[in-house]
Every structure is written in structure tokens, then in C-alpha cells.
């Protein structure tokens, strides 16, 4: 048996530990802003969080990524935050319409479709048009989250009915299912097509019955430090910001 | 069962703890009920894809749990009433789904009953097709609630001892007549208690199911998959599902509870 004189030592231990955690997060540096950024922004913004903190000394960049719907959900309950980047308008929109946002959101990026295959494309896939074919199995985003809109504006754009045999929360399910080979193709962002590298090949959708989808930023109405949340939207909508994003497979504004 | 002992003084401060404990645990639950939007209540848990897939949880979970009966009462029995070479081994591996994360199960699952996975090409050649259909999230839950069968019925198997048995055997009974006649009939209730437990697992069931079986109105989006789904578009759809999603888990209990003690 464990002599109960140890459990004392274990919290002590566990004090200690919480209490430095917060020791830590109030050494932070002059001046941090957080900023609530959707997940298909994670690789970007923190790259750019670095090119921000280095070409500003005494400045700090937090992130806290997710579903553009999860970030509002927590903003809305009052979680601080000072910037706020969204992966659609339409999310964008309902912070704004709480006032969530201080002043006009600008489109700093946007991102279209693409259709991602397994390597090989074993179903020989060509178009949009051949995913109509019943023994194509296709999989996409579920028309309730922004990528699958955008799959339900494309197939109204083409005139092409898809009978998905899965409709995903959220586009990494998606990717998942094409790069384990369960699904013939998928329709995913162009930007995760290009993060995943190797191990999906691209069909691309015509731009004329393509779907964009627009990323806004805004400055958060509750933000403590207003002035450097503005510096580093402007950095995002800068030169230096537009060329990371543009490596990374998305359009311009 | 045993006779009802005394009643036991527990050292006061015990109750503490205990009482901190439940209420972490109630806490959330009703601070559900406060974000319950109680005048579309009615409609949102009876729209039609609300309905389809609490249906969906219902029949997938019974198959799973009579899946589990069928296979994890003989593994529960063999690990508790037989000794061979490796057998704690074989016992940690197919209790391994109680501490792995769903997510993990369903990759495995995929790499094994997947079309291009261990068996996949097998199933293929029959004309089975295991991807995305509710077979699969049959599979999801089966192999996420089966340990807890397993786990629950070998405990009160190794407790209960095997001198009946023995006892059966001595007077001539054969193996397949004391399994029926003496083993199960002791252990029914643990049997019960057991399959409750999966049930329970499998209608929870989320990670294993997206990332094995995907998720389709009908086919596999099961009421989990649906939470998550309107969780997106409609938070008070998403607190309705959850709260309908609690008290089937709770009714499912609570019988449960009711029947054994009964027994």
C-alpha cells in the first residue's frame, strides 16, 4: 500500500506545477494580442505570428485555432481575444452582426476548390462531371460547414449531381478518406490539397464554376490592445503576409 | 445474490470527495437544461434528420451489443475459466479499445477492414463493400463496447469461483451442460449489467464511427455524428440532440439497474 503521506507530496507537487504555468504566462513580453484564426489558417498565421514578433520586437502573437463556428461560439460566451479571421463571411457575418467586431472586416484571402484523388487515381477521375458516375465514390464537407456550400454551389454551378456516399464535418475527414484510398475522390480547399504534398493527386475545377470562399479579419470590439491587433492585420493584408499565403495555395483577396 | 449486509459507517469526511466528484459530474448535465431552447424543443428533436438518426443509434447499437453478447460472453469465459500460454497477453490486447482514444480504433478498423486494408481486397472479391455503409459503424461500435462486456463478466466469472461448476462436473455433467446449466445461469446478471455497458458505449459512440464509417443521413451519420454536425449550424438543435441523447442513455440505465436488482 501506498503510506497516505504521499498524496500531500503529489499535491504539492501539482500546486507547484499549476502555479508555475502562470508564472510563466505573466512573463509574457510588453505588449500580446491573441488572435481567434480558423484552423485552415493554423501553418500561415503562425508563420506569420513569427515574421510579425521578429520584425517587432517586445510583441507577442497568440493563437487559438479552430472552426470558424467554434471561434464565435467562444467569443460570444467572452473569451478575450483582440483579432479574429474567419474562414467564410458568412461566420464573419455573425460576428459582426453581435458586435463582436470593432468597425468593417476586410477579405484578406481567398481559397477555392479542388477535387483530391488518391495517388494513381484509381477510379480515372477527369472532371467534375465523371464524380456523377455511381461507381465513383465520392466524399464531401456536409452542406451545414463552408467547404461543403461551396461543393453544393459548384454542383449548381456545373449542373452535376453528386451522390456522395459520405458527407463530412470538416474537410480534414474528407482528405482522410482520399488519402486512406476509402473514397474514389473528394472535394477539398485547394490549400489543403497543396499541404497534403505527395499523398493526393489534383483535378482542378474551372474557375468559371468554381467556388471562392472568402477569408475576412477583424478587429475584436473587446480587444485590450486595439493598435497592435490593427498593426498586425495590416501585416496580414500586407505584402509579407499576401506572399506567404499565396505559397500556401490561396487567392488574393 | 448476496444477502443485504448491515449497513457499513463510512468514515465522514469520505463524503467530501464524493459529493465534489457528483457534482462534476451532474454540474454539466444541467447546465445543459439551462441552454435548452424548451419552446422549439419538441420540433427540433423530431425533425427528420434528428429522428433518422436516433434511429440509426438504436438499431446499430442493438446489433453491436447482441454482436458483443455473441462473441465477448465465450472470451470472457475462456479467459476466466481456462490457463494457456500468453494468456495475460491476449487479455491486455482485447482490452486495449477501453483506454484507446476512438479515433485510433476507427484508424485501425481502417487499416484492416478498409478497401485498400489487411481484409479489404477479401471483402471486395465476395462483393462485400465495408466502407461507409452501416456495417461499418456496426464494427465501430462493436469493437469499442465489447471490452467492457468482456471486462465486467470476466470480473464476476473469476469471482463467483469455479467449485458449482466443478461440483456439476464431478456428477457427470458435460462441459456444454454445466456452461448451460450452472455458469451462465450464475452469471446472468453480469451478463446484463455487461451488454448494458456496451450498449450504453456503442450509442456514444463518435471518433471510431467519422473516421471509419463517415458520415451519411440514414446510412451512418448515427445521433453523435448529427450533434456534431448541427453543432456547427445550430447550437440549440445541437443542445436539443444532446439532451434527447442523455436521457436514452439514462432510460437505458436506468431499466437496466431496475431489472438486475430485481433478479
Not at chain 2, 443521413?217 to 439532451?243: C, H
Request: proline residues 7%.
Amino acid at each position: 500500500m501506498t503510506p497516505p503521506r504521499r498524496y500531500p507530496a503529489v499535491i504539492a507537487a501539482l500546486v507547484a506545477m499549476a502555479a508555475s504555468g502562470c508564472a510563466n504566462s505573466a512573463n509574457s513580453p510588453t505588449a500580446e494580442i491573441t488572435v481567434f484564426a480558423a484552423a485552415s489558417l493554423q501553418k500561415t498565421f503562425t508563420q506569420l505570428g513569427k515574421q510579425f514578433e521578429a520584425a517587432n520586437p517586445g510583441t507577442s502573437v497568440v493563437f487559438n485555432f479552430g472552426g470558424s463556428s467554434d471561434l464565435v461560439a467562444q467569443l460570444q460566451q467572452g473569451a478575450p481575444g483582440d483579432l479574429f479571421a474567419s474562414a467564410d463571411t458568412v461566420t464573419m457575418d455573425k460576428a459582426v452582426t453581435d458586435a463582436l467586431i470593432a468597425g468593417e472586416p476586410s477579405v484578406f484571402a481567398t481559397n477555392s476548390m479542388e477535387i483530391a484523388v488518391p495517388p494513381g487515381n484509381p477510379a480515372d477521375v477527369d472532371s467534375f462531371a465523371a464524380l456523377a458516375d455511381p461507381d465513383v465514390t465520392v466524399v464531401v464537407c456536409a452542406p451545414q460547414v463552408p467547404c461543403g456550400a461551396a461543393t453544393v454551389a459548384i454542383e449548381e454551378n456545373t449542373g452535376v449531381t453528386l451522390s456522395p456516399v459520405s458527407e463530412e464535418s470538416s474537410v480534414t475527414d474528407v482528405l482522410g478518406k482520399v488519402t486512406s484510398g476509402e473514397a474514389d475522390a473528394g472535394i477539398v480547399y485547394v490549400t489543403d490539397v497543396k499541404a497534403a504534398g505527395d499523398t493526393v493527386e489534383t483535378i482542378e475545377i474551372p474557375v468559371a464554376v468554381n467556388a471562392t470562399n472568402r477569408y475576412p479579419i477583424g478587429v475584436l470590439a473587446g480587444s485590450g490592445s486595439p493598435e497592435l491587433a490593427e498593426h498586425f492585420q495590416d501585416f496580414v493584408l500586407g505584402p509579407q503576409g499576401q506572399q506567404v499565403l499565396a505559397d500556401a495555395g490561396f487567392g488574393g483577396p | 445474490m448476496a444477502t443485504r449486509a448491515a449497513r457499513l459507517d463510512v468514515p465522514g469526511w469520505l463524503f467530501v470527495p464524493a459529493v465534489a466528484g457528483s457534482l462534476f459530474i451532474i454540474l454539466p448535465l444541467a447546465a445543459m437544461l439551462t441552454r435548452v431552447d424548451w419552446a422549439d424543443f419538441p420540433e427540433l428533436i423530431t425533425s427528420p434528420g434528428a429522428r433518422t438518426a436516433l434511429l440509426l443509434s438504436l438499431k446499430t447499437s442493438s446489433v453491436a451489443t447482441g454482436l458483443c453478447l455473441l462473441f465477448g460472453v465465450p472470451m470472457a469465459i475462456v479467459l476466466a475459466r481456462t490457463t494457456f500460454r500468453g494468456q495475460d497477453v491476449v487479455r491486455s490486447l482485447v482490452l486495449l479499445p477501453l483506454v484507446l482514444p476512438p479515433v485510433v480504433a476507427g484508424i485501425a478498423l481502417l487499416y484492416t477492414f478498409g478497401r485498400r486494408g489487411l481484409f479489404g481486397q477479401t471483402f471486395e472479391a465476395f462483393g462485400v463493400q465495408i466502407a461507409f455503409s452501416t456495417t461499418a459503424v456496426i464494427m465501430a461500435q462493436t469493437f469499442v463496447a465489447m471490452p467492457f462486456l468482456v471486462v465486467s463478466l470476466e470480473g464476476a466469472l473469476r469471482s463467483m469461483g469455479p467449485r458449482y461448476e466443478a461440483v456439476a462436473a464431478t456428477l457427470g455433467a458435460r462441459p456444454t451442460t454445466v456452461l448451460r446449466r450452472v455458469t451462465l445461469p450464475m452469471v446472468l446478471p453480469a451478463v446484463a449489467s455487461g451488454a448494458v455497458l456496451s450498449f450504453a458505449r456503442a450509442l456514444g459512440e463518435f471518433g471510431a464511427t467519422i473516421t471509419f464509417a463517415g458520415s451519411l443521413q440514414g446510412t451512418t451519420r448515427t445521433l453523435p455524428l448529427e450533434i456534431y454536425l448541427q453543432r456547427e449550424v445550430d447550437a440549440d438543435s445541437a443542445i436539443a440532440l444532446s439532451l434527447l441523447l442523455v436521457v436514452v442513455a439514462a432510460l437505458v440505465i436506468g431499466l437496466a439497474r431496475r431489472s438486475a436488482t430485481a433478479t
